[in-house]
């Protein structure tokens, strides 16, 4: 899969690649024009620079290209052009797709990957740091006072008054005014939770988390939930006896 992966990323960016060498090619005939008229290689003494090097303009763009894109190959790519004036092309475009087109893509892949592993490891030292300083706060400040291990609600509105719990939390990215008004959406299915259980839904109200398909669904869900019981409770309104 990986392999594929890269092959259809290339496809995909020959077209810019294809521009990007056409730009390259432009700045070197524009250099090797001016190198050309300025050295004037024609009526230059052989052994200087000018006539070893900027005699002809086909001349001064190989120069460039080769010093200037591809300084490591360019003996390989003369010798090559020596014995063949066809295989000169053709070991050039293998050159610019092994050098510059893969190897920088194998650059920029192994960047990403290094960045993508970067933020994992951070988000898992900061949450496991987190976890580490709300578990020594609720044994140590008395709010779980049955020593259960679980969070009823009153210790979870005692824990987020806590100032140490509230810089914690906000410092995570949670948003703890909010979080008390949810107190009882998280309470309103189960009276205690584990501190796993309790980590989980605190960290979901994270403000930097994206909503997702199962936030749709799970706001769906709750929307009709609270529509039934207010159903019901109209129903058995309009169900008592006037009066009472």
Request: charged share 20%.
């Amino acid at each position: 899969p990986e392999l594929m992966i890269i092959v259809r990323a290339m496809a995909i960016a020959l077209r810019s690649v294809f521009f990007a060498l056409v730009l390259l090619l432009g700045i070197v005939y524009v250099f090797a024009l001016l190198f050309t008229t300025l050295l004037d290689g024609k009526n230059s003494e052989p052994g200087t620079v000018g006539y070893d090097s900027f005699r002809s303009l086909p001349q001064a763009m190989n120069v460039l290209l080769l010093n200037g894109a591809l300084p490591d190959q360019q003996d390989i790519i003369n010798d090559v052009g020596a014995a063949h004036f066809m295989l000169y092309p053709l070991m050039l475009l293998y050159m610019l797709l092994a050098s510059l087109t893969v190897m920088n893509m194998l650059i920029g892949i192994l960047c990403e990957v290094i960045s993508v592993v970067s933020a994992v490891e951070k988000e898992e030292l900061l949450m496991s740091s987190v976890k580490s300083s709300l578990r020594q706060l609720l044994s140590e400040s008395g709010i779980d006072q049955d020593g259960d291990g679980t969070i009823s609600k009153k210790e979870f509105q005692e824990l987020i008054t806590n100032p140490m719990a509230a810089r914690t939390l906000d410092g995570v990215g949670v948003d703890v005014f909010a979080l008390v008004d949810l107190a009882d959406y998280i309470f309103d299915q189960h009276e205690e939770l584990s501190f796993a259980e309790f980590m989980d839904v605190v960290l979901q109200l994270r403000g930097s988390n994206n909503a997702t398909v199962k936030d749709i669904v799970d706001l769906r869900r709750l929307v009709v939930l609270n529509n039934t019981k207010l159903e019901g409770m109209m129903e058995e309104m309009l169900q008592l006896p006037p009066g009472e």
